[in-house]
């Protein structure tokens, strides 16, 4: 190792030999207090050596935090070494020094690849002549992220190697450190999950021994990378959560990217599209800060991706352009691969064909030049389903067949589902194959059931609904209707599957960001107590007492659901433990661009509510709001103001805190408060406030989500409360038409005879009238009379009868009230409402109850049921059959009577019995059936009745609904 040549001379606060470039004490990447330090050496250095020294260091700091302003120190200082005294011959010092500036100016290229191995080299030439392990462990650092960019992962974990065998050699832990976390990365990305695991936990406990903020950094970002990839997006965000705070706190732009960039990937995942667009714009900031050209494209990407998802095809098409603009500056990278897969992704579902075609080809040649397999199968697939739009059948075939067997050699099975999709896109869209057949099947029919069957072997896979309905579209046009209704009933099961998870994502996407948020707030609680601690040992057990206070307060806050009383509870704990003259919480109305002060105390009273324009220029609550950050208003900045506060306060505050209010980066609104006091708020009451403020968002994130959800159930509750009455009505009105019919012929019958017996009285007036009677008229009148007479009484009687049943049945539909009644004359009058429906269909129907049973229920519960369970086996049970037949059978127990229906029906197989009792569920929708006849009869059953049903049936078996009702009341 190569010494100080000086010794150990004073620079400015710091001393020379502690910012040498062969054993810098702060980790890796340094720190923030670091960087100061060396800033005041730098301003005093005696020599040249010693100012390349200082500012090489500075400069490899700043790498990660402004790679712009390290770039260009890195470029002013090699030039002045390289122009200094003797150029010729350096000291080994300015070696170093050139070496390590050489390394920090090819770590600020992005996506120059060329010239950064170019720089690269030169730093690995003098870290070799100087033997200085250490810069050799970072030269093998730099060239493994190098081939990372290349997507080289093999080449990558064996430089990684020899990264680490340098730091070993060099006795530098934050070395191996970093490259222990970056080969865990590394095997991840090969798919070796257990091994990156334990790797990972090892160099976590490393990291926190050695306290070093980077390392804990990059290896939290690949626990949650690997939590990522198994699917646990909830212990994956707060991974990224815990490592983010250490990135924060020492600005590691680097790194904020990746984090930023993996938690939208990991909201993508949970379908929370809102949160996933607002942390990759996130890392497109960063990006931007950085310089990245390709860091912005890629996060540019991944916005037209999100919009895609959105079916926002013009916002998704302006992202991938810009996008696009950017990366055709570098022909052979990856992220232009994934634009172009993108954007053909886009224009296919755009139904732009030509402009498909070419970007598939591009993101072809990409994949073809990186060797990449994923991206070769997706541009293949892409460029076989487009070509096939374009009736290009041959070339449409190889390219999937190619993307195929792909898929097969590297054992990416979801890729091959793809392929054997696009495969089967061809062959329908290639009109003069329509004939060709594999294995007697078509062709179309064929590769689709292959895709599904690629689907079905893997664990926790769902089939796709589209492939499921691809595949009865195909089995619909070669004319097997009946394997297409049954591929189209599955492709209705997977879809309600794929809605249940997405629902369930969505609400892991909730809970991850509350406890992602939660756990944050907590980490900044602790971090708090342990600057206390090292500033005021006195004040720990007072501390200690506001932390764990705190802790309550977050529970009460946060179990709020309600706006108001969130405000309230977040300004009594704030007026309990600070002096708030003025408090106030403004919601951000994006809608109206505006600050709504919905809770607003001054002087303990609470004020009406205030309304700020949210692009005022003075008013900090709006400014807090805009800028994102806090904002704080002195005694003499009030001073100098004419509008301070949302109200107009007595006596003007000397202290204002404006504190944004934001959950995952996005602004909710902002929480003032506001002291007469001059210098109000010290470091401990600010970090109460911004705890306070945290817990607030949560609360008001949390009610925000509950509102919304609550007005979704009361709007799916209202729906099917109106569907279950519309179902009640239409079998009212059917038994009204029926009977209708039913009444007509006796009414009809009697009209006939009283219109003939009027026309035999006239007859006989006129033989009167002109004195021609004669004894024989007289009794022909008076028996063609007596005749009508009993013809009117006996259809009359008929009709009223018919008209009594149904009046009963109806009004008892119609009214739930509970009276006493006698089952086997109820069931008997519900029987002869519905005659006309059983006379229709030819089905005959047998009651049989004990005679003189009495029960306490509620008719129109008993009749509906017995309609419903009626009306289901006209309709359903007797289609084809000879002898239809129903039989109803009462009996009665010591606790509970008993129903028992049966049919002589078709049945019910399995998977329909096993659903019959289900909302919406029915066999017949094409028919008019709404699935909620049954689910009526359930309900009351169970609810109004308090009873129990039960079904059983099998194919070709009938039916037989068992139905237990409690005697005595509820």
């Known amino acids: 190792m190569v010494g100080l040549a000086d010794g150990g001379r004073t620079v400015g606060s710091a001393r020379v030999e502690d910012v040498g470039i062969c054993g810098m004490p702060a980790g890796l990447r340094g720190t923030l207090a670091e960087i100061v330090r060396l800033e005041g050496a730098l301003d005093s250095a005696p020599s040249l050596e010693d100012r390349a020294r200082c500012q090489a260091c500075i400069a490899w700091y700043l790498v990660e935090r402004d790679p712009c302003r390290a770039a260009a120190m890195a470029r002013t200082v090699i030039a002045a070494v390289e122009h200094g005294p003797d150029p010729a011959a350096p000291g080994p010092t300015v070696v170093l020094a050139r070496a390590r500036l050489s390394l920090a100016a090819a770590e600020c290229l992005f996506g120059n690849t060329a010239t950064a191995r170019r720089l690269i080299e030169q730093a690995h030439a003098g870290f070799t002549a100087c033997d200085d ?137 949970v379908s929370d599209l809102v949160n996933a667009a607002v942390w990759s714009q996130r890392a497109y900031a960063v990006c931007r800060r950085m310089n ?5 494209a890629s996060e540019l990407t991944r916005l037209g991706e999100i919009h895609l998802r959105r079916q926002e095809f013009a916002v998704a098409q302006g992202y991938l352009d810009d996008a696009y603009e950017i990366l055709r500056q570098y022909p052979v990278n990856r992220s232009l691969g994934l634009n172009r897969e993108m954007a053909g992704d886009l224009f296919l579902t755009m139904g732009d064909a030509n402009r498909a075609v070419a970007c598939f080809e591009q993101c072809r040649d990409v994949a073809r030049c990186l060797e990449q397999p994923d991206l070769t199968i997706e541009s293949l697939r892409g460029l076989a389903v487009a070509l096939a739009l374009q009736g290009h059948a041959v070339q449409a075939r190889q390219c999937a067949s190619e993307g195929l067997a792909v898929a097969r050699r590297v054992q990416d099975k979801y890729r091959e589902i793809k392929a054997l999709r696009a495969l089967a896109e061809v062959e329908r869209h290639d009109r003069e194959a329509t004939a060709d057949r594999i294995d007697d099947e078509p062709a179309p029919v064929w590769y689709l059931k292959q895709a599904i069957a690629v689907g079905e072997r893997i664990d926790g896979y769902i089939v796709p609904h589209e492939l499921l309905e691809s595949l009865a579209v195909a089995q619909e046009a070669e004319g097997d209707c009946a394997s297409a209704l049954a591929t189209l009933r599955r492709a209705h ?104 002060f919905v809770f607003l105390v001054e002087g303990g009273c609470q004020r009406a509510p205030v309304i700020i324009p949210l692009d005022h220029a003075a008013e900090p609550a709006a400014r807090a709001v805009r800028e994102q950050r806090e904002i704080i208003v002195t005694e003499r900045e009030a001073a100098a103001r004419t509008l301070l506060l949302p109200t107009t306060p007595v006596v003007l505050p000397r202290t204002s805190v404006f504190r944004p209010l934001e959950v995952s980066g996005q602004v909710l609104g902002v929480m003032t408060v506001q002291s007469g006091r001059p210098s109000a708020y010290g470091p401990r009451e600010m970090q109460i406030l911004r705890t306070l403020a945290a817990y607030g968002a949560i609360a008001l994130a949390n009610a925000e989500a509950y509102s919304r959800l609550d007005e979704t159930l009361a ?208 066999t017949r929708r094409r028919a008019g059936g709404t699935g909620l006849g049954l689910h009526i009869v359930h309900n009351i059953v169970t609810g109004m009745l308090n009873g129990r049903i039960s079904l059983e049936t099998a194919p070709q078996a009938g039916v037989v609904f068992t139905l237990l009702i409690p005697l005595q009341e509820r």
């Open 715 to 922: 709007t799916l509750r209202s729906a099917q409360s109106r569907l279950v009455q519309q179902e009640k009505l239409a079998s009212l009105g059917q038994l009204v038409a029926g009977v209708a019919h039913e009444i007509n012929t006796p009414l009809g019958v009697a009209v006939t005879t009283a219109s003939q017996m009027a026309e035999d009285l006239t007859g006989l007036q006129r033989r009167y009238e002109v004195k021609r009677m004669r004894r024989d008229d007289l009794e022909y009148y008076l028996g063609r009379t007596a005749e009508g007479h009993r013809l009117l009484e006996s259809n009359l009687g008929r009709a009223a009868g018919l008209v009594e049943s149904f009046k009963q049945v109806a009004v008892d539909q119609a009214s739930e009230q509970r009276r006493q009644l006698g089952i086997a004359e109820y069931l008997a009058d519900v029987v002869t409402s519905l005659s006309p429906e059983l006379r229709k269909r030819q089905v005959k129907i047998e009651v049989s109850c004990p005679p003189g049973l009495m029960v306490l229920t509620f008719p129109g519960a008993l009749s509906q049921i017995l309609t419903n369970l009626i009306m289901n086996s006209l309709i359903h049970a007797f289609d084809g059959k000879a002898m239809p037949k129903i039989w109803v059978t009462v009996s009665c127990g010591v606790d509970e009577w008993c129903i028992a229906y049966r049919d002589n029906g078709c049945g019910m197989p399995d998977e329909v019995s096993k659903r019959a009792f289900e909302p919406f569920f029915t």
């Open 292 to 296: 990245s050209q390709i860091g912005m």
């Open 493 to 596: 099961d997977s879809w309600r599957q794929t809605i249940n998870r997405e629902s369930e994502a969505r609400l892991r996407g909730l809970s991850m960001q509350f406890q992602a948020d939660r756990a944050r707030a907590e980490i900044d609680h602790h971090r708090a107590l342990a600057e206390a601690e090292q500033r005021r040992a006195q004040a720990l057990e007072e501390t200690t007492r506001i932390l764990e206070r705190l802790g309550d307060i977050g529970q009460l806050i946060t179990a709020n659901l309600d706006v108001g009383a969130v405000a309230t509870a977040v300004y009594n704990q704030t007026a309990a433990m600070l002096d708030a003259s003025v408090f106030g919480i403004g919601l951000l109305r994006q809608d109206r661009a505006l600050v709504d």
């Open 133 to 269: 392990r250490r810069g050799l462990g970072d030269c093998f650092l730099q060239w493994a992220e190098l081939e990372a960019e290349d997507g080289t992962s093999a080449g990558r974990l064996a430089l990684l190697a020899q990264a680490r065998a340098a730091f070993v050699e060099a006795d530098f832990p934050s070395g191996v450190i970093e490259a222990d976390a970056w080969t865990g990365q590394s095997l991840c990305t090969l798919g070796q999950h257990e091994r990156a695991d334990e790797l990972l936990q090892q160099t976590l406990t490393a990291a926190e021994g050695q306290q070093d903020t980077h390392g804990i950094a990059l290896v939290r970002y690949g626990l949650g990378r690997i939590a990522l990839d198994a699917s646990q997006f909830s212990d994956a965000i707060r991974e990224f959560m815990l490592g983010l705070d250490y990135v924060v706190a020492e600005s590691f732009l680097f790194l904020e990217r990746f984090y930023a960039n993996a938690v939208s990937v990991a909201y993508i995942n």
